[in-house]
């Protein structure tokens, strides 16, 4: 069977995406800042490895021990909601180091051996978040949006190779431990300007009662990529992400 290489498994669409390949018989790498087995149900085609994709060093590590790789999910991700005019300089470093820049690097790692070997698929999560402007995640959507137009520009690279990239983008997801992931980034409720927007942006999220993502629906966007050699270059993971990209003529 193929294999698959996920980032950022240790809980949300990671952790399903990995569920969802061993449940169908792949041979999976599931990767973590810090290796938690239990996790994932025990199987002699998993592995769970260290990852930090902020380092360098441990990328090259991690690429070198997994070897073989047909299918590389870049997954892992930072949250951050803050207005674009308060967010700390810390923060957009983190947000870009890991959204866009370890991303970049694991497709640095890895394209190579697809590349010779004239076979492979690429996927990167972003976020349907990129499609139209929104308040307070402005940094965030920036570096989901740069991993975007890489990708367009990587799938007209790698084409000509036999290595085909598709970018997944998720809606809103309230099961995920995302949001509260991002929340001590919050920045501006004591700030007189910013309070009411903050406040509002709050209210309107936790008042929607409209279609949300599942982390099933990414894990299946996910397959989509892997098995299809016709799925499209932007995939939508989710009702809600599906009317966004509608909406935005995608």
């Not at 995302?178 to 709050?202: C, K, S, T, V």
Request: with cysteine; proline share 7%.
């Amino acid at each position: 069977m193929p294999n698959i290489l996920i980032t950022g498994c240790s809980s949300g669409f990671g952790l399903e995406t990995a569920k969802l390949f061993l449940e169908r018989g792949w041979d999976v790498m599931a990767t973590m800042r810090t290796p938690a087995r239990d996790l994932l149900p025990a199987s002699d085609r998993l592995q769970v490895l260290a990852l930090d994709v902020t380092n360098p060093e441990s990328v090259a590590q991690l690429v070198e021990t997994a070897g073989h790789i047909d299918v590389l999910v870049n997954n892992a991700g930072l949250g951050a909601p803050s207005p674009v005019e308060l967010t700390a300089s810390q923060t957009v470093q983190a947000l870009f180091q890991t959204n866009t820049i370890g991303t970049l690097a694991m497709i640095q790692a890895v394209a190579p051996q697809m590349r010779h070997r004239r076979a492979g698929v690429i996927i990167n999560v972003t976020s349907s978040v990129t499609v139209k402007p929104l308040p307070i995640i402005g940094v965030y959507r920036a570096s989901k949006a740069a991993v975007n137009a890489f990708s367009e520009s990587l799938a007209m690279e790698m084409e000509p190779f036999g290595v085909r990239v598709h970018i997944v983008l998720p809606g809103r997801s309230p099961q995920t431990s995302f949001g509260a992931n991002a929340r001590p980034h919050l920045r501006g409720m004591d700030d007189a300007d910013y309070a009411p927007l903050l406040q509002q942006f709050i209210k309107n999220v936790q008042d929607d009662k409209g279609p949300v993502t599942q982390a099933r629906d990414v894990a299946e966007a996910i397959w989509q990529a892997a098995n299809d050699p016709s799925a499209p270059l932007r995939i939508a993971a989710g009702e809600d992400a599906a009317l966004w990209m509608a909406e935005a003529g995608l």
